[in-house]
């Protein structure tokens, strides 16, 4: 079992940042790969960013290269999501999920455990 808990998340004017976090726990998370998805209301879950947490390598959907930055923090078992430049469109519920088997998964139905969110509203 894998518990993740996300935080970090408000209300942000337009053009500001912000940084996620994701408290993970459960004694095999670190051979899984965590990631970020977001949903936006009315839309589908959209992969953001995602990490292997053993070794650290990375990956960004296309649209996330730039203003989005992933990073884990080995000493506090925490996984973070910092956004610049923030737009209206990334105005959204922001998760963070866990999956085993040690490759880079851009999609939600590879992850196996979610956090609960964390709502991001960025005003224009």
């Known amino acids: 079992q894998v518990q993740l808990v996300e935080s970090g998340g408000g209300l942000v004017q337009a053009g500001g940042s912000l940084r996620l976090s994701c408290a993970a726990s459960g004694r095999t998370f670190r051979s899984y790969t965590l990631g970020w998805f977001r949903q936006a209301r009315g839309e589908e879950r959209e992969f953001v960013a995602c990490?292997?947490?053993?070794?650290?390598?990375?990956a960004y959907a296309d649209s996330s290269k730039g203003r989005f930055t992933i990073s884990r923090d080995n000493a506090n078992n925490t996984m973070y999501l910092q956004i610049h430049v923030l737009k209206s469109e990334d105005t959204a519920v922001y998760y963070c999920?866990?999956?085993?088997?040690?490759?880079?998964?851009?999609?939600?139905?590879?992850?196996?455990?979610w956090g609960q969110g964390t709502q991001v509203t960025v005003s224009s």
């Open positions: 990490i292997i947490w053993s070794d650290g390598r990375l």
């Open positions: 999920a866990a999956a085993g088997g040690g490759y880079l998964f851009r999609s939600s139905r590879q992850y196996d455990y």
